[in-house]
């Protein structure tokens, strides 16, 4: 998939775990169902931090590109270390490792770790981050067209004002892990949901995605899971643009809309 549904599809995902811990019995206040949402659809680009032609790759300038072909080559490392007999020959680490249930929940619990030692500086960064990427994704035709800066400065300017709403009392800092000091341990999870929607997207293409690894399938380490050959696309197609992302927006009011008891 490329980067606009991807972060569609993260953002409803999101809106429908809202809609879910409202059923379980764990409503998310509007902030917590709100900043996930963005979170998710930020992360849902992330994986693709394997490949240099990526959205999230130029997002950050030097500094992603540079962290894209790190880890591209740490990825293409592991995917030779652990390939099976089945598995083909591969010359770069695009839609190996990270794009794995294994990597998603790795960065999720990073980003838990980072919220829960850094204080408010380390979720500022989290949101910093994700916020810059939901708008490269979300809103990709104007950031096309603005300034690195402009973005930067958007992704700022909105963190700081989440940080802010969610840091009053009853607004979300606390949900799910309510004890002293565990504030914002849940960040991490709308960046496992992301990350996985990501997986499951891309497994709707042509190649596949490895999201089972490092549970091997057969004689394939890296097997690439998705629908029977004839239902699958190619990145960009028309079933892309016409369906699934109209699909996305429409399941993520419906989530959005039980999450919050309007319906």
Not at 203 to 217: D, E, H, K, N, Q
Request: include cysteine.
């Amino acid at each position: 998939m490329m980067g606009p549904a991807h972060s569609l599809s993260g953002a409803a995902a999101w809106l429908g775990v809202g809609a879910a811990a409202t059923a379980a019995g764990y409503p998310m206040p509007w902030p917590v169902l709100v900043v996930g949402a963005l979170i998710s659809a930020g992360a849902a680009l992330a994986p693709d931090l394997d490949h240099k032609a990526a959205t999230i790759s130029r997002a950050f300038g030097p500094v992603s590109r540079t962290l894209c072909e790190v880890v591209d080559k740490l990825s293409f490392a592991v995917y030779k270390a652990t390939k099976m007999s089945g598995d083909p020959r591969r010359t770069g680490g695009h839609r190996t490792l990270t794009h794995t249930w294994a990597w998603a929940l790795l960065i999720g619990a990073g980003a838990s770790a980072v919220a829960y030692t850094g204080g408010r500086w380390g979720v500022l960064a989290i949101l910093f981050v994700h916020m810059v990427l939901a708008v490269e994704g979300l809103l990709w035709r104007a950031a096309r067209v603005s300034s690195d800066v402009l973005v930067w400065l958007l992704g700022a300017t909105s963190a700081w004002m989440l940080a802010g709403i969610l840091d009053q009392p009853g607004q979300g800092a606390d949900w799910l892990f309510s004890d002293p000091g565990q504030e914002y341990l849940w960040l991490g999870l709308p960046i496992v949901v992301g990350a996985l929607v990501h997986d499951l997207g891309d497994a709707l293409t042509v190649s596949g995605c490895p999201v089972l690894w490092p549970i091997p399938v057969g004689r394939k380490r890296w097997y690439p899971l998705g629908p029977p050959k004839a239902m699958r696309f190619k990145a960009g197609a028309w079933v892309e643009v016409k369906v699934l992302m109209p699909v996305f927006m429409v399941l993520g009011g419906v989530g959005a809309a039980f999450a919050l008891n309007l319906i």
